[in-house]
């Protein structure tokens, strides 16, 4: 049994909106699963205490430095969050320091600066689309225009399958 997830979420990773705000953008949300054949088990706002991975599950693959453009790999990725959560891989992995060495050109950079492959996010919140059926698999500027306005604050989506 695999999960598919739309994830969306802040464009600045400090970022949270209002309990109300929200709650009526996942209530947008879910209304953008609505047409013919389209399906979704769960819409929920869900707000992250600390900043958070927003990761894709097996759509990532690989990560390139934006400076040099070297192919960087995930492994270093999973060896930073793991060493910047106390040792613990598991769960949700939180980033309080978005700043990173990167290996390949030890340029100073931040991991939102980084090319991720599929795209990735850090965010302190999202609003979260579990196991969904739609005719177009991205949301459309227009929608994600409409979920920035109701939240008072740009939005992207982060696809994730687990
Ligand atoms: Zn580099």
């Known amino acids: 049994m695999s999960d598919l997830y739309i994830r969306v979420i802040p464009t600045d990773p400090q970022w949270q909106p209002t ?3 929200a709650a009526r953008a996942a209530e947008y949300v879910a209304e953008l699963f ?28 690989d990560i390139f ?7 960087i790999g995930v492994d270093w990725f ?9 040792g613990r891989g598991a769960g ?8 990173v060495t ?3 050109c030890s340029a100073a950079l931040t991991l939102p600066e980084l090319r991720f492959e599929g ?3 850090f965010a302190r919140f999202e609003v979260s689309a579990m196991n969904w ?3 177009v698999r991205d949301l459309s500027d227009a929608e994600l225009a409409a979920v920035g306005d109701i939240l008072r604050h740009p939005v992207t989506q982060i696809h994730a399958h687990y």
Not at 93 to 99: E, K, M, N, R, S
Request: glycine share 10%.
């Open 102 to 104: 990167v290996p390949c």
């Open 119 to 121: 795209p990735v996010g």
């Open 133 to 135: 059926t739609r005719q």
């Open 78 to 86: 999973w060896d930073l969050l793991i060493s910047r959560n106390g």
């Open 65 to 71: 430095c934006s400076r040099c453009k070297a192919s």
């Open 92 to 99: 949700e992995p939180t980033i309080d320091d978005l700043g």
């Open 19 to 21: 309990v109300e705000a």
């Open 34 to 61: 609505v047409g013919p054949g389209d399906h979704v088990e769960s819409v929920e706002p869900v707000f992250h205490e600390r900043v958070t991975l927003i990761d894709g599950g097996e759509y990532m693959e």
